[in-house]
């Protein structure tokens, strides 16, 4: 009996270890590996195994796949806002990188799913940042509409103040009232000066602006938060291109960036070889 409990526990945490291990190549942008571990894992048909297969599935692109997956973990557990968000986000990129014909209904589903995970909890940041953008963009006939938007940053001041003034920014920027943008960017950075995205929020719009000198100095400022974010790297390089400038530091940029250890929260490698191919060589 005893030898039976022993072998038991050990096979109980072996499939406990092979979605560990999965997450852990999750987490160092191996998404082939780690949906593979899943594959090979009868733990990888659980709620939990198809929501890490839906991700890694959509960090490589396979938007279809990702939406299966996440459609088992959705049914596994319905009332998951962070399921039925990350399902939103898989319509959403399947309509953008669908035809003319399709795409419309794929963008209307994301947002029927954006708008549940909303409803479900209030309180997912994520899934209410998510549906934010999706009003501030799409048009009308799909669901969008800055009324919506507006409604929607409300309810986004009472889970992040921060967040809040940056909802305003983008707003304030879809009305050409850059001005006012700024303000609000500069309030984000303001109550969350650690975020080293609020600060890269800032230095981006600033360049943008022609604000080259002061956009800078919020880069560097971005570095002394967090040492360790190579998203700033991706981030200086995309302001140097989409202003035409420094054009040989943005390809240095990249190319460090390219050989970095990223996490799933950084823009992807693809990202930073399609924003490489964009600086033309001498």
Not at 105 to 114: D, E, M
Request: glycine share 6%; aromatic share 10%.
């Amino acid at each position: 009996m005893r030898v039976f409990i022993v072998s038991l526990f050990l096979s109980l945490c072996a499939v406990a270890s092979d979605v560990d291990r999965a997450q852990k190549l999750y987490d160092h942008t191996d998404y082939q590996a780690a949906l593979d571990a899943l594959n090979k894992s009868s733990e990888g048909k659980t709620a939990v195994g198809w929501e890490l297969a839906g991700k890694a599935s959509y960090q490589l692109g396979d938007f279809k796949k990702s939406i299966e997956y996440f459609e088992k973990a959705v049914q596994a557990n319905p009332n998951n806002s962070v399921y039925v968000n990350w399902l939103g986000r898989a319509w959403g990129r399947r309509a953008e990188t669908a035809n003319p014909f399709m795409a419309p209904g794929y963008a209307s589903k994301a947002r029927q799913f954006f708008e549940k995970a909303v409803a479900l909890n209030p309180k997912d940041v994520e899934a209410v940042n998510d549906l934010f953008s999706y009003y501030l963009e799409a048009p009308g006939f799909l669901g969008g509409g800055m009324d919506k938007a507006m409604t929607l940053a409300e309810q986004i001041r009472t889970n992040d103040a921060a967040e809040y003034h940056f909802a305003l920014a983008q707003i304030a920027q879809r009305r050409k009232q850059y001005d006012l943008a700024e303000g609000q960017l500069r309030k984000a950075v303001d109550l969350a000066p650690k975020q080293v995205g609020r600060v890269i929020d800032l230095a981006r719009f600033l360049a943008r602006r022609g604000k080259y000198g002061e956009s800078e100095t919020i880069f560097q400022q971005a570095a002394k938060v967090d040492p360790n974010a190579k998203r700033i790297l991706y981030a200086r390089a995309e302001s140097y291109i989409d202003t035409n400038r420094n054009l040989d530091v943005a390809r240095k940029l990249l190319n460090e960036y390219l050989q970095a250890p990223l996490s799933p929260e950084d823009p992807s490698r693809e990202d930073a070889r399609r924003l490489l191919k964009r600086v033309t060589a001498d």
